[in-house]
T-cell receptor, first 114, second 114 residues
């Protein structure tokens, strides 16, 4: 069983739709990251969360530490939001993760049609 | 801004060749990582390093080696390239004191082994 599960794997939406991507994890964490990867490869950090909710423009990220679950929401989606969205968690040291390591989900490929 | 650069964006090599992938970061980060990314499998850790001349195996080290002679530079070596090493290779770096383990990624090298 993967320690970080994302759903859905693939998502196609029409421009303007509200989008939700989910991330569940099974280990204790100190932080969770949402990353974005556009076609062409480069990965950029969108959010880093340890509790609650963060908002940046049309993107909102939430985390529920007790339920080990996070969501990434995109409001009023646009074709330029088409990308792979990756959830990654920073495990507590006593879960065996070496200092500095992240555990990654497999990503959600989002395609927004005009 | 943290900048992580990789020596090539695209690389085509023949089976059996020795391949060097270079990664340089300019923010004095202690941790550096090499990942490969394949469709449906997400990011998988090959090797990481938390200090000069130090290296640790990740999840899939077979067929690879690494070198870290200077703090800013982390090299991935394919001793004898094989077709199953065709993939996107991503380098990342992070501060050792970062409690969230936020990583900064390079643009990636798409390697094709013929």
């Amino acid at each position: 069983k993967n320690e970080v599960e994302q759903s859905p794997q693939n998502l196609t939406a029409q421009e303007g739709e509200f989008i939700t991507i989910n991330c569940s994890y099974s280990v204790g964490i100190s932080a969770l990251h949402w990353l974005q990867q556009h076609p062409g490869g480069g990965i950029v950090s969108l959010f880093m969360l340890s509790s609650g909710k963060k908002k940046h423009g049309r993107l909102i990220a939430t985390i529920n530490i007790q339920e080990k679950h996070s969501s990434l929401h995109i409001t009023a989606s646009h074709p330029r939001d088409s990308a792979v969205y990756i959830c990654a968690v920073c495990p507590f040291m006593n879960y065996g993760g070496s200092q500095g390591n992240l555990i990654f989900g497999k990503g959600t490929k989002l395609s927004v049609k005009p | 801004d943290v900048k992580v650069t990789q020596s090539s964006r695209y690389l085509v090599k023949r089976t059996g060749e020795k391949v060097f992938l270079e990664c340089v970061q300019d923010m004095d980060h202690e941790n550096m990582f090499w990942y490969r990314q394949d469709p449906g499998l997400g990011l998988r850790l090959i090797y990481f390093s938390y200090d000069v001349k130090m290296k640790e195996k990740g999840d899939i080290p077979e067929g690879y080696s690494v070198s870290r002679e200077k703090k800013e530079r982390f090299s991935l070596i394919l001793e004898s390239a094989s077709t199953n090493q065709t993939s996107m290779y991503l380098c990342a770096s992070s501060l050792i004191t970062s409690g969230s383990n936020e990583q900064f990624f390079g643009p990636g090298t798409r390697l094709t082994v013929l």
